[in-house]
Each structure stands twice: as C-alpha cells, then as structure tokens.
C-alpha cells in the first residue's frame, strides 16, 4: 500500500494527530477498557501479557501511516493526552476506498467524540489528497454504542454481514456494515475545522 502523509487535523477541543511513542501510558489505560480490547485491540494485542499491550497496540499504528493506514489519535487540545482512536486502513487497497475503525477511553465519552472524529476523518479522507469516494465500517450487532457514532457521522446501514467478527475466545457475531461515500450529505456535527 502507498506511504500516507502524517495529519492532523484541529476540531477546537480536540486535535486528530499521528500517534507518537509517548502515548504508551495513555494507550495502557484505554486498553483496560474491556470494550476497547472487545471490540478493536485484535487478538495480537489480546494474546499479549497485559503489561506489553499497550506497547504491541501502538508500535504497528505509528508506523500505519508508512504503510497506508491513516491512524489518529483523539488528543485533548490542551493537554495533548490520548483520548481517543480513529483511522482509516486500507487506504485505496480497493480503489478509492478505505474501512474506519475507531474507540473512545472511558473518561472522555459521552460528548460524541467518537462520531465527530470519525466524521473530520471522513471528510479529509474525501477532499484531501486520498479522494477516497466510499468509507466502510463494521460492528458486532451487540456493540449498540458503536452503531450511534457510525449513524450520527452519516454512515449509513447497509446491511448484515452473518458471523462476521471473530472473537480471540472464537465467538462469532454478526455485524452490521456500514459506510459513507463522498457524495452522500454530511452530517451536521457542529463547527468543522478549517479547510474541511
Ligand atoms: C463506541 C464508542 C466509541 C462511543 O464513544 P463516544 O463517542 O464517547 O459515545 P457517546 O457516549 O458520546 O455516545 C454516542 C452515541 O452512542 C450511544 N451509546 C453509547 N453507548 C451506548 C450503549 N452501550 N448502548 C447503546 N447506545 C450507546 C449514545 O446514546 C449516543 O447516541 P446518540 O449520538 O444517538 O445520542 C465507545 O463506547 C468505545 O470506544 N467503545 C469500545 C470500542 C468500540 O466499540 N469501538 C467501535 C468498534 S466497531
């Protein structure tokens, strides 16, 4: 997959930007969170000893962006603490397509922080450099939370995929797809960053 440029992108409160080593601490903290783990740690992550986690999760996503993974942290603007993750993968693997993947730590959600960034990533995906025209995501029928923020950020349900995701403990679920396209309307999530 093509090298993408490193971004960030200002949305006031917080600032969508690569993932540096530094997060580590931060990146241990969320992976506590046994939806976090759940839902988007992947079972390299999970198979880890709990005090290598963190280290295992981090490693792959700042070095993403070399290998075609657009992955932001969620950091508070004033504190510059991780709070969040979203990304687009596989850009272009399919043409003009990627697939979104996001988490929110425990501390920082319910302000739909999760929708919002992954709506600012949606739109520089679509009128940056990567002119993506169509953005899919996933989630297990069970993960309700996660149907909200694909939903609110216009990303529209198309279907069910049947026992889709697979669980490390190897339990199967079904799961929703979703996605949004370049032509689709925009969500109206409040002020956008400049130049969206
Ligand atoms: C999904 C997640 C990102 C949402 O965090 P958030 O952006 O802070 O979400 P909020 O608390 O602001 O809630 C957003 C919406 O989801 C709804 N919601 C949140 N948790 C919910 C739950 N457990 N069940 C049902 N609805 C839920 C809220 O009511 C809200 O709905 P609305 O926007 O339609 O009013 C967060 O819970 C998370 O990181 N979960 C674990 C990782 C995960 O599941 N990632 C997605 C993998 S596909």
């Known amino acids: ?13 917080v600032v969508l930007r690569p993932f540096v080593a530094s997060d580590e601490p931060a990146v241990a903290l969320a992976l506590q969170d046994p939806g976090i783990l759940r839902w988007t740690a992947g079972t390299a ?7 290598k986690r963190a ?10 962006w070399a290998r075609g993974n657009a992955v932001f942290a969620i950091a508070d603007a004033e504190t510059d603490q991780v709070i969040g993750n979203v990304a687009l993968r596989d850009v272009h693997r399919v043409p003009d397509q990627a697939v979104a993947a996001y988490w929110v730590s425990p501390v920082a959600r319910g ?3 999760g929708a919002r960034a992954l709506d600012a990533a949606a739109r520089w995906g ?28 216009g990303f529209q349900l198309e279907g069910v ?11 199967r679920h079904d799961s929703h797809l979703h996605a949004r396209l370049a032509t689709d309307t ?9 130049g969206s």
């Open 111 to 113: 302000r739909r922080l």
């Open 1 to 13: 997959m093509a090298a993408l440029e490193p971004h960030r992108i200002d949305l006031g409160d």
């Open 45 to 51: 992550v999970i198979s880890s000893p709990a005090d």
């Open 126 to 153: 679509f009128t940056s450099g990567l002119r993506l025209h169509r953005i899919s995501l996933d989630h297990s029928l069970v993960n309700e939370g996660s149907c909200h923020v694909a939903l609110r950020a």
């Open 55 to 64: 280290r295992r999760w981090l490693e792959p996503r700042i070095d993403g």
């Open 186 to 194: 925009a969500p109206d999530l409040g002020p956008q960053p400049a």
């Open 161 to 171: 995929m049947r026992d889709y995701y697979v669980e490390v403990t190897g339990q």
